[in-house]
Nanobody, 116 residues
Framework: QVQLVESGGGLVQPGGSLRLSCAASGIAFSAYTTGWYRQAPGKEREWVATISSSRSTNLADSVKGRFTISRDNTKKMVYLQMNGLKPEDTAVYYC??????????WGKGTLVTVFS
């Protein structure tokens, strides 16, 4: 059974930092592209960042320079380091894994709230 379990969400003030983690099991993790998506209240889910099996990264313009995605294939983990958080970053953050056809597996999400 494939599982992606996110952790690390919470409450943070503007300008603060959080590190999200995603633990994968049940898949050949190193072969998959993994990524982070988010869904803010009342909005559709949007892509945040992806990291390929070869560790090539892509980030949405809205988070470039503030967020970093990384992975540890040995531990089957993917991380999202979020710095300089803004209120508009408030959302449920989802971890996902997939291939060139798109994301196939999804976690249940972790809530990030940025408030002043």
């Amino acid at each position: 059974q494939v599982q992606l379990v996110e952790s690390g969400g919470g409450l943070v003030q503007p300008g603060g930092s959080l590190r999200l983690s995603c633990a994968a099991s049940g898949i050949a993790f190193s072969a998959y592209t993994t990524g982070w998506y988010r869904q803010a209240p009342g909005k559709e889910r949007e892509w945040v960042a992806t990291i390929s099996s070869s560790r090539s990264t892509n980030l949405a313009d809205s988070v470039k320079g503030r967020f970093t995605i990384s992975r540890d294939n040995t531990k089957k983990m993917v991380y999202l380091q979020m710095n300089g958080l803004k209120p508009e970053d408030t959302a449920v953050y989802y971890c996902a894994a997939g291939d060139s056809g798109g994301m196939v597996y999804w976690g249940k999400g972790t809530l990030v709230t940025v408030f002043s």
